[in-house]
């Protein structure tokens, strides 16, 4: 499917044409695949949103990218952490008060391979309140500005949802019987994904005008696992990183096609095609049917409803 898409190369940048006049929202974009996003949006012209938890790495990330591309860059920074619901409120009410236009939004942000079970001040397991909780109400809080310049909502999933239980656990959501670091990321990715897939299908059913687009970064080269990972893991992947793993950068290819590229198909996951969609050319990936699980989907789309107390109407 990569050569058909895109040729032997699979896409690249190279692709992007101007992007003056649109603006991109990016949660997790102070490093890794979320910081090398904005850098490339950034450079073909586009406004760049960051929402981050961190204003010291945001401003330092800032910093960075103005001296790379230049002062002339529009980039700033909203402050908001995932984990918090009432955090994501807050962040979503100040971006709609400050940015009339949002083509894209990229639910980049993630926690993965918690040691520990933590749970969040809204009583949820940590990988699943960041990854899927704070992402779906940031998306029902902006849906209707997006859908206002017929944008996108682009959320990166990761090949771990097809690993682990490859069910949402609604029976034991925070995993409080049987606690493992890797299970829990799993489902947190999968109930990502699910959720992204039964949006296409309401946005569909709705008419909205809205795409939403599915992406995974592969092995890249950055810091997820450095704030939440054991020790052990840590070191595995310091050494392991560097054998098997992409940059940064080409880990950020498949976030920034998918908010960027026409004529993308629904129902599909973009990102690298070679070695266990791993690393390599940008394009379709194998898509297990988990992600595709309607009634699944659609249990789940109420109960995030529930739990973040949002009352989505598609």
């Known amino acids: 499917m990569t050569t058909k898409l895109f040729g032997t190369k699979g896409w690249t940048p190279e692709r992007i044409g101007s992007l003056n006049g649109k603006t991109y929202v990016i949660t997790g974009a102070n490093s890794g695949a979320g910081f090398e996003a904005s850098r490339i949006l950034l450079s073909k012209g586009s406004k760049v949103v960051m929402m981050n938890r961190n204003p010291v790495k945001s401003a330092a990330a800032i910093e960075q990218l103005k001296q790379d591309l230049g002062d002339h860059i529009d980039v700033r920074f909203v402050q908001m952490d995932l984990a918090e619901l009432s955090s994501v409120r807050q962040a979503a009410d100040e971006l709609l008060g400050s940015t009339p236009v949002i083509d894209a939004l990229i639910c980049n942000g993630a926690i993965a391979q918690v040691t520990k079970q933590e749970i969040t001040i809204d009583g949820f397991e940590s990988q699943l309140g960041v990854n899927h909780f704070g992402h779906f109400l940031l998306c029902g809080l902006l849906f209707d500005r997006i859908e206002a310049s017929q944008g996108r909502i682009v959320v990166v999933g990761s090949n771990a949802y097809k690993m682990g239980l490859k069910r949402i656990k609604f029976e034991d959501l925070n995993f409080s019987s049987k606690y493992t670091a890797w299970d829990s990321y799993a489902q947190s990715k999968l109930a990502q994904m699910m959720f992204a897939y039964e949006l296409q ?114």
């Open 201 to 314: 299908r309401r946005v569909d059913v709705a008419g909205k005008q809205v795409e939403v687009q599915v992406c995974h970064p592969g092995a890249s080269r950055t810091n997820l696992l450095m704030d939440t990972a054991s020790t052990f893991n840590k070191m595995l992947w310091s050494v392991l990183s560097r054998v098997i793993a992409q940059s940064a950068e080409k880990g950020a290819w498949p976030e920034v096609m998918c908010a960027t590229e026409d004529n993308l198909q629904p129902a599909t996951l973009y990102g690298p095609t070679k070695r266990a969609d791993t690393v390599g050319p940008v394009g379709a990936c194998k898509l297990d049917h988990v992600a595709l699980d309607t009634e699944m989907a659609a249990k789940l789309w109420s109960l995030s409803e529930q739990k973040t107390a949002l009352n989505w109407a598609l």
